[in-house]
């Protein structure tokens, strides 16, 4: 029997279905983004994110089948994210999947989000293994040595913040809102991507990353020019100069920092042929860039997924329920989530 399968994604603060057909591709993709709900609190709030996956999914999954133009009759298998993720959250999307396998005997696959993002890349281009992957988003930094469908080694985590969080972080403290990543973007691309603050680069000889040092050290580099005052927290110097500044310099320096790894774990795995970068922060132009021109160097092929796919989404997530359906792994209804 052919398979088409549906995939819900609800780990985090997105709500996504997406129906996936192992002869076309992706056949829909819709999610209702909770951003503009988080964004007065400057990061993920679990319970409201948790309530609003509850108020959305019916309408997501619905959307998803119909966009592709099939009824749940037609779906084989449901495949869910079941960790890791915010708790309330996962809940949300298992318990409609479990659901929907309980009361008409379709087959379920419980994905891990984060191999669904260490494949997202594979979506629409033919990646040869081995290779790399580099997944940064809001709630992870960490690179995988892909070798097969669905067999990877994580090699590289941090040890602290994300590199999303970075973003998120330092944009909170120069006011300018959440989520960072692209606002900071977008005020380095009119400082032209100038290096003016040096912030410190990684000096650690291991493959891991620590992005909470670069944030004291943003931190304390506003304080140490009179433009932060710690003990009220507030930010002194507000002129858009500085914002923009700040904004360039620090995205400078995690492209760096991206590098910098990546040539380590090039290093480590020699016969790598391609290294992909994925996650909501490969939505980021400079970036993509730069690990591009760094791929081209070292003569290996260099991917990032189209940008619906690199942010939280259902696609990765059918995807990979694809692949572990073609090798029959396959789960019963009492899999636990985290
Ligand atoms: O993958 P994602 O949607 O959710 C998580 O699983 O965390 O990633 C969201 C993160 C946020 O931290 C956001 O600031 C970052 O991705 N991000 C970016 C850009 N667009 C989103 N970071 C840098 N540049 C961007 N253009
Ligand atoms: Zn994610």
Redesign the pocket.
Known sequence: MKELILGIESS?D?TAAAVYCPEKGILSNPLFSQIHMHKEYGGVVPELAARAHIEKINFIVSQALEQAGVTLNDITTIAVTSKPGLSGSLLIGTCFAKGIAGATGKKIIAVNHLEGHAFSACIENNIPFPFICLTA????TSMYYITDWGKYEPFSTTRDDAA??A??KISKLLNLGY????I??KRAAQENFVDYFKYPRSTSKTLDFSFSGLKTAVLYDLVNRGAYDLKTRTLLDTSEDLKNKVSSSLLVCIADIFEQKLKMALKKYPECKAFSFV???A??KYIRNQLKNFAEKNKISFFVPAPQY???NGAMIAFVGNYKAQQQKFNDLTFEIL
């Open positions: 985090c997105e988003s809001g709630g992870h999303g969080e973003f998120d989520p960072g990543g692209p900071i973007e996650g909501g922060v939505c980021n690199c942010t939280d």
